[in-house]
């Protein structure tokens, strides 16, 4: 019978060559992160999308500069991870950022301001309404 959970701790040691391998991070590597980035980025801050989007950058220059592999295959594997990131995160859905109508007229309600509507509207260089009203715009 065979020990299925045999295991030896040879095996688990980091070769003291490992510094002179420059496998890391290979194209493969590379298109899983590129995909992770793309799909979490509608749930990052601006500081998460930034820092994830300059580590991709950081690790296909060290990939690129490592002589190891070519630019065009770099493309293609980020082009491909970034692709399928994005189909993930088209099929799961991304967050609704905008706050709701509701969420609007409480937050002026706490401000002390009295709003009859609140309707969300695509900014189109002005307000085509005659009637009195006041346009804000949340950033």
Do not use: K, Y
């Amino acid at each position: 019978m065979v020990d299925l959970l045999h295991l030896r701790v040879a095996r688990l040691l980091v070769p003291p060559t490992f510094h002179l391998d420059n496998s890391f991070p290979a194209p493969a590597f590379l298109a899983a992160f590129a995909a992770v980035v793309a799909a979490d980025a509608p749930w990052m801050s601006r500081r998460w999308r930034r820092g994830s989007r300059a580590a991709l950058g950081l690790l296909l220059a060290l990939r690129l500069f490592s002589g190891t592999t070519g630019l065009r295959e770099l493309i293609v594997a980020v082009a491909v991870g970034w692709v399928v990131g994005s189909v993930v995160s088209l099929v799961i859905g991304t967050p609704e950022r905008r706050p709701s109508e509701q969420a609007v007229s409480s937050a002026l309600g706490r401000l002390g301001i009295s709003a009859s509507a609140v309707i969300h509207t695509r900014s189109a260089g002005g307000v085509t309404s005659t009637a009195p009203c006041v346009v804000v715009a949340l950033l």
